[in-house]
């Protein structure tokens, strides 16, 4: 069998490996990704909420046929059904439609010049002094280094030594795409709540004013079960048609230790690289991934593949994101403590502070740092604060 060679290997044709295979493959670098299944953007396990901003710091139009709907707003709920609405003047996100983004990724990799190989899982990687050595289920491929974009099943990554992403701190996801149904096409619904969804929120992402997406992430019960329970109570138990069902894994551990090793980076899911908030890996995973793109191709241009060489990466999205992702996972677990009875309390007192005018004005649907930071020294806050202390330091 004969060995195909490559100077960077990219593992997965997801957002991450797409991205970064394109900024590699724009440097005159000779890129090849792998992808286990026979066509890109499916199986799909995403509920497609994108900020506009964070579409533009990618480089990606927000009116392309992968958009499906674009909202101004959000609305939250707490578990007794209290609410209150963030929102902007303009649109904020795109709703967008996975599976085409992900082949508009695949063509501006491939326009690039990056190789993308189908059906091809990979089975195990060996690094050995100067080449990284890949074998799948049928070829052996070789290549000067890896990008590891394999997303949340994390499996390769071991095989260099590196830590995966915690699974203990990720929620597995499950939503339907419904049809028949009355939403408001211009607003996100986000419901929070132990009953609810435990360990993240229910969500209701329109795509129109009749067709939504709705679903939920939770930890410690079936969430099959708690959405099927949150639709019938969502619709007043009016007969809803589910076009598509999708589950998969949500992060919210935040990022793990360390992405970089002799040979060998690792991006988006299988990094870790997603809001720890929200489960939404798209934005940062894919700044991380152009960041590991440009990288690369320097270690190729330069011939250095060392770990001293590629920590260049890590230090480049810290520098970035660390702050982001260090507070949002501090709200994350905050919020994966709080009783219903303290939601409840905080939604009054946001409500009565008008503490939505805050994250309308200043809020960013990926740079939360800012506006959380804020909220955290709010005075109008302090009202929860003996709640917050009893829930949080409960064990
Ligand atoms: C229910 C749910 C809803 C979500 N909603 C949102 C949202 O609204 N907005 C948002 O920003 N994020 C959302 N996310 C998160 C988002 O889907 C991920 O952050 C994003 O897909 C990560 O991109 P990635 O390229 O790192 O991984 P993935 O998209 O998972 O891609 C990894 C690729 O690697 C391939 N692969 C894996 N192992 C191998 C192997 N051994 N050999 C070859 N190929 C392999 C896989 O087949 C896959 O194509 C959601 C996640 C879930 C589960």
Sequence with gaps: MKTEETDILVIGAGPAGLIAAREAARRETKVMILEEHVEIGRPCHCAGLLSIKGLEQLGLPNNEFYVQNKVKGARFFSPSGLSFTVEKEEDVACVINRFLFDQYLAKRAIESGAKIVLNEKIKTIKLDGKEVVIQTENDKFAAKMIIDAEGASSNIIKDVGLKPINRYLAVPGIQYDIENVDVDAKYVEVHVGKKVAPGLFAWVIPLNASKARIGLGCKGANPKFLLNEFVKRRFNNTHVTISEVRSGLVITGGPINRTFC???????????????????????????????????AKAVASGDYSADFLKQYENMWKNQLGVEFRTMLLARRILNRLSDQTLDKIFRIAVKENIQDLFSAEGDMDFQSGVLLKLFKKKEALGALPSLLRDTLRF
């Design 262 to 296: 002799d040979r060998f980076i690792v991006v988006g899911d299988a990094a870790g690289q997603v809001k720890p908030t929200t489960g939404g890996g798209v934005v940062l995973g894919g700044i991380c991934a152009s960041i590991a793109g440009k990288i690369a």
